[in-house]
């Protein structure tokens, strides 16, 4: 039988989203009568890039490092109350992702417990690396002949909608569209078809709102005096009431902060939609140029009017690069003539800089006057900024030869005593870098599998 209304609900809308943010939401959920479901949405582009790496430096890992954190406090409750989980917990590595929650749910007495993992994303296995950079990028940095470390294709609802129809509890997936994670749940429980364009548009423009977690109950749009938010501390997390029609009711976590409010929704609604009328996905083509938003109670917004048009005949593919090195590195100065020296110890950078003789980029900083909106090179006037204060100068760069962005960082360091007075609070980071690229592939190129524990 068809139920008349899903319920899904949101416990991360990014790797490293509050940790226990998903518990008022499974407390509410549990209240509620129908289909219930619950999505962590943990990856992107720069972490599946870090997760890549990992794997690399252990096999058995690869998989989101927030896994345990997330799962322990609700797992218990989920499996006790009916509340299905889907994630990209998976990453790197789905099957590890996988074994983790199964052994978490052992040490809980969470007994029989489906775990299903979603495979197919990984495009090293379908294609060499010389293939790949045939591909041309329509997004972030070339490939060139820069060693490619993996390759993994944005995944459709329909295989997590399989899983749960052979009865997975949990649906560990890798990459997919973020918005895969609701509407799987919602192909599943109302049975749309593969070109049913105008529900599945509606299910993924749910799965759009819900993904980035707090963005559409508060968090992120707060701004003080414009756009007040209550108690944001404790935000409560989105909760989505879907109706078998398509239609869409967004309200959060009782008992919690935040606010669902029209503008809320639309804020999250236009989140990296490049094109309203064509947001391209790999079930469909979405269209909200035309979607009404709707405050009908404190907290209830109601959506509809999506429209649909068949999915392209191409996926998306984020391509992880070796990307060498990046160093940084940090110097406080404080107090009466704080600004000219902290001024000072940017010339003795530059000077020092230009002796290693690398054609490598190096940006040099002031924190406290400009560093955000000032380009790539940083600003060259500082004179509008009080001369005495609190300012910390910052070097940056990035490099192939690990030596050289080591020097860069220890110029910093040789301040201490061979800078301007009063120099402190010397911090410094050295981290290997992947960069990520994007490029398209021939969906049929593509062939997912699924796997239970």
């Given amino acids: 039988m068809t139920p008349s209304t899903v319920y899904i609900g949101c416990g991360a809308g990014f790797s490293g989203d509050r940790l226990d943010a998903a518990i008022p939401v499974v407390n509410t959920l549990t209240k509620k009568k129908g289909p219930k479901y619950l999505i962590f949405e943990t990856l992107a582009e720069r972490t599946l890039a870090l997760a890549q790496k990992q794997k690399q430096q252990d096999p058995n890992h ?14 218990k409750t989920c499996a006790g109350s009916g509340i299905k ?68 294709a944005y995944l459709g609802a329909r295989p997590i909608a399989e899983a749960l129809r052979l009865g997975a509890d949990i649906v560990v997936v890798g990459r997919c569209t973020d918005p895969a994670l609701v509407l799987g749940p919602l192909i599943n429980e109302f049975g749309w078809k593969e070109n049913d364009w ?29 756009k007040d938010v209550p108690n944001l501390a404790e935000v409560g997390f989105p909760i989505a009431e879907i109706k078998d029609d398509g239609s869409i009711i967004i309200t959060k976590a009782d008992e919690t902060g935040g606010i669902v409010s029209e503008q809320t929704v639309k804020e999250q609604l236009l989140y990296e939609i490049h094109d309203p009328a064509n947001y391209y996905t790999a ?101 509008s900024f009080g001369i005495d204060g609190d300012y910390r100068v910052r070097i940056a760069s990035k490099g192939q030869d690990k030596k050289i962005i080591e020097r860069i960082n220890q110029e910093m360091l040789s301040l201490y005593c061979s800078g301007p007075a009063a120099g402190g609070g010397f911090r410094q980071h050295l981290t290997d870098q992947i960069h990520t690229a994007s490029i398209l592939v021939d969906r049929d190129k593509v062939a997912t599998k699924i796997e239970f524990i």
């Fill in 283 to 383: 079930d469909v083509i979405l269209d909200i140029s035309k979607v009404s938003v709707e405050q009908i109670a404190a907290n209830r917004v109601r959506v509809s009017g999506a429209n649909g048009k068949p999915y392209p005949s191409t996926l998306k593919a984020t391509v992880s690069i070796n990307g060498g090195w990046m160093g940084e590195a940090e110097m406080t100065y404080a107090g009466p003539n704080a600004l000219a020296r902290a001024k000072l110890a940017i010339d003795v950078l530059k000077k020092r800089c230009q002796n290693l003789k690398t054609n490598y980029p190096i940006r040099f900083d002031i924190l406290g006057t400009v560093s955000v909106h000032s380009g790539d090179m940083g600003p060259d006037n500082y004179d």
């Fill in 62 to 75: 690869g998989y989101s490092p927030f896994l345990e954190d997330y799962l322990r406090p609700i797992l």
């Fill in 198 to 226: 105008q529900h599945l548009a509606q299910g993924t423009m749910a799965g759009h709102l819900l993904e980035c977690g707090a963005q559409v109950t508060g968090a992120y749009f707060a701004d003080p005096g414009y």
């Fill in 85 to 152: 989980i889907v994630s990209n917990f998976g990453a790197a590595n789905p099957i590890g992702a996988a074994k983790k929650i199964s052994e978490i749910s052992a040490q809980l007495d969470c007994k029989n417990l489906r775990i299903a993992i979603i495979l197919g994303d990984d495009l090293l296995n379908v294609f060499s690396s010389d293939e790949i950079r045939n591909h041309p990028t329509i997004e972030g940095l070339k490939i060139n002949d820069q060693e490619i470390i993996a390759a993994n």
